[in-house]
């Protein structure tokens, strides 16, 4: 079955940077695009970033573009997002996502709280 497992969220300050990463399993990982999704406190779920299968396309929220970088690694079936510049409004669940044969599916999340 599919499985999505994020981990590297956690406390950070103002300016600084955390790496997360999604560990697929239970599919063919490089034949799928891949998307970051986040979701704060009162607010809906919202898109951050999406990969390609290959990982040469990339698109971006406005909110995290030229502070975030989406990527990933096929060959350990792993996705990445690099985040920098952190900001109090980057504060959300974090999750990973893949769309198979019309179903969504998602992982458990991870936590990125920034602050002082």
């Known amino acids: 079955q599919v499985q999505l497992v994020e981990s590297g969220g956690g406390l950070v300050q103002p300016g600084g940077s955390l790496r997360l990463s999604c560990a697929a399993s239970?599919?063919?990982?490089?034949?799928?695009?891949m998307t970051w999704h986040r979701q704060a406190p009162g607010k809906e779920r919202e898109l951050v970033a999406a990969i390609s299968s290959g990982g040469v396309g990339t698109n971006y929220a406005d909110s995290v573009k030229g502070r975030f970088t989406i990527s990933r690694d096929n060959a350990k079936n792993t996705m990445y997002l690099q985040m920098n510049s952190l900001k109090p409004e980057d504060t959300a669940v974090y999750y990973c996502?893949?769309?198979?044969?019309?179903?969504?599916?998602w992982g458990q999340g991870t936590q990125v709280t920034v602050s002082s």
């Open positions: 239970g599919f063919t990982f490089r034949v799928y695009a």
């Open positions: 996502n893949v769309v198979r044969l019309g179903t969504p599916y």
